[in-house]
Each structure stands twice: as structure tokens, then as C-alpha cells.
């Protein structure tokens, strides 16, 4: 039996989405007007939203059924919150039975949402860490817990901001989210197609041709995005075709666009929201977290021109002059737009402001001058729903995932068994700290797949950031360490995200196209590991500039090194062991060892272009 469809859906998400829109303006324009009633309304909101999508996609009475009853119980639940908010705020309120009820209902709803927005896994993870908390008393052996009371749970994750509306909901809902606007702005402004544009003719000429621009165009625009899907999807459908009819593999094309596409959420100076909350939860400046992640950026990308390139080497492709591309004035002047609503962002946060009133400023740049460019865009009915239902869904999505992060963190807290993992991995490691970087590598890579970029740094960086911290490394490499796992997860086999929704467009298999984005992105799985043992690659983090070079040049060398590995020239196979070893010698050994193997890496890749020009 199904639900018959009613206009009222539409209508309901616009209406709710708008509401969504006006507070995140407000909040970053005039600040927080009150936290409970932020956190808290956004969450419903949020919620709801979330729920209406889900009526829209599965109209059968089951599903109509489990939805009334998940909107319940999270009505239920704020409404209880915001009867006691005062009390809250002030530390003194007391749980009554009801409470205890209603909260409870109100963090199953957060665990359906989360199912709904996102899928299966963050929803499994936030459902068994509350069974945990509920039942953690009978599990066996290290992850035993003192027992906790339901009320003392309750307390934790639902009446107080320590859980579900603690921190990371704080951040999202009074930082992060008017970036989600801008986002949706320049899509409506359709400024994300002229990067893609700009990026094609930029690197027409290369012989690599559009794979290159992708790469440029992704980089680009994911450092807004907050989600590397939303990346692919974005700008892959105009991407990968072109990439194909270059000559290059389905598979290929759609590893380009995941990987270019994932590595946007490390790029300064938006980092998909990420740069705010490692800020907020690091206590390190925001500009300092941008510098620090700036160079590992270039980085992973200059690996990525490099591997394509490489593989570009051995394909009959076609096109090579590079696209024919004519520019008018006003495509020109809309990139413009972006660059100058990108520097406004940035010059207000080194003034000082807010990230939130920062965030403004570059929306407010982007609106008046993109709709002085385009004043017909200001008429268009469609695109200006489009946009509104956007904002509000991203928002919605991020804002539900971050409550589902609020249970993890509140048990994990209250049972101090993050604190004994990071132990256990010490204990396994045995103090080494490349096994211990190995472990955690690892294991960030299989608590990020699934996930999106935000959640997946939260819980990551709670469970396994103490034991990087145990030996002696710093808390922005740590936190920067588990970031870059967390978002290569997007890539990685088996739960590979953004290759999966890239596949699908290109028209090949997932499961190999993952492979093949991981195999284009094995630079970035390395970088992580060199700025540990490079620490000066890092900028703004203490080093001199003398050591920072250093660093960078070694780990520049390794990461070309490496590239060129993934894709050796036929028969020049053995060259890629010997590129290895040499990676590994410029990064992991002392200085004297590196200078030596950044000889030995100049000199073979000056052998290798030789070579190449004579078998021209």
C-alpha cells in the first residue's frame, strides 16, 4: 500500500529549508542568539527535513509509518530540552522518568536520521556505541566499562552539550554552514562550471588534457564542498565524459575525478569546513591550520599531475592539441567573482573576524557582484528553489551526522575507552612509532569508510589521537595525520565513496575504479607519514625556513618518485623499485641519508626524460 503523493512535500522543504537559510545568515552575520535554542531547533529542523526527503523518495504506509514515528520522537525529545533549557544551561536540572523517555526517543530518532541522510554505516556506529553505553558493563575483556546509569547517559547525551548537542553541533550550526551557502551560491551563480572551463583550458595543452583540468576544477571547488560525493557528482557529470572522449579508460576517467575530488577537503582555505572545527577542537589558529596544511595539498596534487601524466605516457589518446575554449567576458569576470569572494574570506579571517562572519562576507561578495554579472540568474524561480532546498539539505545532513558524532563522543567520554584503545595500540606498537603510525593508518581508514569528511575526523581523531600524542607528536600533525586518512576512505576498498558515486557516471565497475583511485592517490597516503618525519613540511608549526625547504623538497622529490611508480613506461618496469627505494630513503632516514637520495632521484629522472626523448 502506498501514500498518495501530495504537493505539500515541496512546499514543506522549501518553507523549512528557507527557515534553515535566514538562521545560518543571521547567526553568522549578528552571532549566536542562544545556544540551546540553536543547537537544538537546527537539529529538528535538520531532522525534519531529513524525514520529508525520505517521504518523498518511499511513499508506502510502512515507511509513512516509521517515519511519523522517528519525527515523533525527535519532536518529543527537543520539545523536553526546551521545556528545561534554563535549568540546562545553568548545570541544575534533575531527570525525571519522563525525561528519560523522551531523550531516549529523541537519540533513536538521531540514529534514524542518520540511516536516512547519510546510509547505513554512521548510523551503525552511533546505534552500537549507545548499546555499548547502555550495555558495556557485560563486554568482555579491555572493552568492559564501570557501568553507567541511564540517567547519568541520558544526562550526557541528550539534557546537556557534551553529547549530541555538544561541541561539533556547535561548530556546525554557528561556523560551518554558512559555507554550505556559499557553495550552493556559486552553483546558482553556475561559477563551479567556469572553474570547470577555466581549468580545460588551462591545461588543454597537456597531454593529459581534461584528466589535469579535473584535477584543477575538483581542487577547487572541494575545498568548499564539505563532501567529496557531493564533489564528484558535482562536477564529474561534466568532467569524466570529457576525460573519456580523450582517449583515457571509464574507469580511469572516474579514479581522476574521485581522487581530485577527495583531495579538495585538505585543501586550504576551507578544507570542507574541516580548517574551522580542527581549529575549534585543536585550540590552534585558524591561519595556522591553513598554513599548515598548505603545502601537503600541493602535495597530493602535484602527485596526482604526475601519475596522470605518467599513465598519459603509455595510451593512445586523442585530442592532444587541447580544447578549442572561447571565453567570453563575463565567464572571466564570474571567475573573478570567485577569486575575490575566496580573498574576502580569508582577509576577514586574518583580520580577525569570525570564520562565521568571514563566511559572510564572501557569500555577501559572491551575491552582489555574481548577480551584478547575471541579473537575469536574480529572476530565475527554479534555480533560486534550487538553491534554497539545497542549503537546506546539505545542512540538514551535516547537521544530523554531527549528532549521531555527539553520541560517540558522550559514551566514548563517559567510558574513557578511546583512552584505552590508544593504550592497546601503543602496547601492540611497543613504542615504535612507524608500527604505531602503520596501526593507526589503518585503522583511521576503517573507521573513516562510510563516513563523510566531518564525522569521520571527529570520532577518528577522539579514538586514535591519544596515542600519536603519547609519542610525542605534535597535535597538528596528529590531528592533520588522521584527517588525511579519514578523507582518503573516500577511496579506499572496500567502502569507497567517492569512487563509487563517480563509477556510475563514468560507466565502470566501482570496485576497480576504487583501485585505480587509490593507486593515482598513493602519494597521499605517504604524505601523512613524511610530515611526521619531515615535520618542518608543515608551515607555521615552529620550524625555520631553512628546514622547512628541506622538507619540502625531499618530500617533493618522494611524491614524484612515487607517482611515477604507480605508472611505469613499458618496459621500464624495474625503474619503479628504484623510484621506491628512493622515496622511502628521502623521507624516512636523516638528513645525510635524504640529500643522498635527492641526488640519486635527480639523476634518474634526468636518465629517464633522456631516455623518453630517444625513443621519440
Sequence with gaps: MTVKPSNSIPIATTLLSGAMLSVIVYVALFGVFSDSYLRVGMLMAGGLLILLASAKTDRSLANALALGLTGCGLLAGGYQYFKAAEEIETGLYFLGTMDIWLGMAGLLAVVEMTRRAVGLVMACVAGVVLMYGLFGHVAPGFLRHAGISVDELMTVLWFSFDGVFGRPMATVVSTVLIFIVFGALLELLTIDKVLVRLAMAATGRLRSGPAAAATVASGLFGTISGSAVANVVGTGVITIPLIKKHGFSARFAAAVEAAASSGGQITPPIMGAVAFIMADVTNVPYLTICAAAA???????????????????????????GPKIAFSTRELAQAAVFAIALAGIVVMMVGGASP?????????????????????????????????????QISAQLVV????????????????????????????????????????????LLLGMGMPTVPAYLIIVLVMGPSLQKLGVSIVHTHMFV???????????????????????????????????????????VIPFAFIYQPALLLGTGYGVGESLQSILFVLLATILISRACYPRRGKGYMAPI????????????????????VAAVVLMYVDRLDLKNAQ
Design 579 to 598: 623510484g621506491l627505494g628512493l622515496a622511502v630513503a628521502l623521507i624516512f632516514f636523516g638528513p645525510t641519508v635524504s640529500w643522498l637520495a635527492a
Design 356 to 392: 562565521a562572519y568571514a563566511g559572510f562576507v564572501g557569500v555577501a561578495l559572491a551575491a552582489v557582484l555574481g548577480f551584478a554579472l547575471r541579473p537575469e540568474l536574480l529572476f530565475e524561480r527554479a534555480g533560486w528553489l534550487k538553491f534554497i532546498r539545497s542549503t537546506g
Design 483 to 525: 584527517l588525511y586518512f579519514g578523507v582518503l576512505s573516500a577511496i579506499t576498498p572496500p567502502v569507497a565513496l567517492a569512487a563509487f558515486a563517480a563509477a556510475p557516471i563514468a560507466g565502470s565497475k566501482p570496485m576497480m575504479t576504487a583501485l585505480e583511485a587509490s593507486r593515482l592517490a598513493l602519494p597521499g597516503f
Design 295 to 321: 603545502m601537503p595539498a600541493l602535495l597530493y596534487y602535484s602527485g596526482l599531475f604526475v601519475a596522470i601524466s605518467s599513465a598519459a605516457r603509455g595510451m593512445s589518446l586523442t585530442g592532444n592539441d
Design 401 to 444: 551526522i554531527v549528532g549521531a558524532v555527539g553520541i560517540v563522543i558522550g559514551v566514548l567520554n563517559l567510558t574513557g575507552v578511546g583512552l584505552r584503545f590508544a593504550s592497546l595500540l601503543s602496547t601492540l606498537a611497543d613504542q615504535q612509532l612507524i608500527l604505531s603510525l602503520a596501526l593507526m593508518a589503518v585503522a583511521c
